[in-house]
């Protein structure tokens, strides 16, 4: 009997242990949902300005550069529940100019943000921002405005700025004529125009003070009204022998014209003669020729560079720190010939305010050094940082102009010893 009894209660236990698992996959009897009472809680109001662009950017398309500020305004509607306040609108340009209503837009009421964009001496494609700040749920808010400038025909004021003679009639780009680099090596020549702005023709003669390394014609001599004549310099740098910087005044004769050469303009004609002997009191104008003689550098293969000289310094800067205000202070720059053949040094040019000694060797042989003593003076200068610089002119072909820098502040007394 016992083992009926214990055969069955394993039986029975087994039976329970695999029914157990079987029990999850049997979906669960719905059970009736809880009745939820009412929280009586009062619901959030949003009570911030809301601001709503009718459009955020604006496309001006083309516009004339000379057509004057176009002006575009960017209307906006308060659509939250108190009143807005624009506070700042920060153009991306000093080219755009904004403008905003300045008082507080009640709600469902309307303001605007103006922008107005020059295109005055600015053709081509343009792309502005504004950014918007106020008081509104989104603070900030950016704005566009983009368009074309059509570039303006320029007048010959535009294109020769300089007015000159007593009647302001006879126009260049500068009185300035500026031949830019020339080398000893060769002449240089330049055309420079001469507009005619008055209603009659006028004669330009000769031009006095000519130096032996100048020479220069006008061609044609008399400049019909409302046209051009060119004054052509050639310049020969190996007869001025000089190095740097060099400006050389002339003075250029000119009269008006009898009524005849306005006939002649009317007829057509390009081009008229007349003898400015015959002109009453023919005046003269003051004009320059500037330029800048120095060697153009060259690229060298290896084998030119090995057979060319080299001028290598020590250092190209010094620093002087602080110096005492009244004070002269000096330093030395020294320079060496690494390349194969003698380096020739033509002129060493300090700027205004520090002077430098020639070199005391001007014809280096390979390995060779010498050096530049530089001194800064500072009686009479402003306290301050000060900057000087020394160009130097040689024959290396790489780097025929050189420059070396020096540097200090200039201090009182007073402050060094406070320092100390």
Known sequence: MNKQVIAFSFVLASLTATA?????LVAPTPQPAATQQPVNVAPVQN???????????????????????????FVFTNKGKSPLNIKNVQASCGCTT????KTPVAPGKKGFVEAAYDPNHRPGNFDKQLTVTSDATAPVIVLGIKGTVTPRVKTPADLYPDSLGLTKKLRMV????NMGRVSPSKPSTEKFVVYNASDSAISLGTIANLPKHLTAKVEPAVVLPKATSEIIITYDAKVRGDWGYTNDGLQLSYATVPTKAKKAAKSGKTSYSYDLAKANA??????????TIEEEPRKLSEDEAAKSPKMIFNKKEHNFGDIKLGETVNTEFVFTNKGGAPLQIFKT???CGCTASSPEKTTLAP???SNIKVSFNTVGKHEGDQQQSVTIYTNDPSE???MITIKGKVVKAEAIKLEK
């Open 282 to 291: 023919p005046k003269n104008l003051p004009l320059s020729v500037v330029a």
């Open 349 to 351: 040019k300090a700027s």
């Open 174 to 177: 500068s009185r300035y004529m």
């Open 400 to 402: 025929p102009t050189q």
């Open 98 to 101: 904004p403008d905003w209503t």
């Open 47 to 73: 009570t911030q300005p809301v601001i709503e662009f009718e459009k955020l950017k604006h496309d001006f398309g083309t516009i004339r550069e000379e057509g004057g500020p176009q002006k575009y305004r």
């Open 367 to 369: 390995g060779e050094s």
């Open 20 to 24: 157990q698992p079987l029990r999850s």
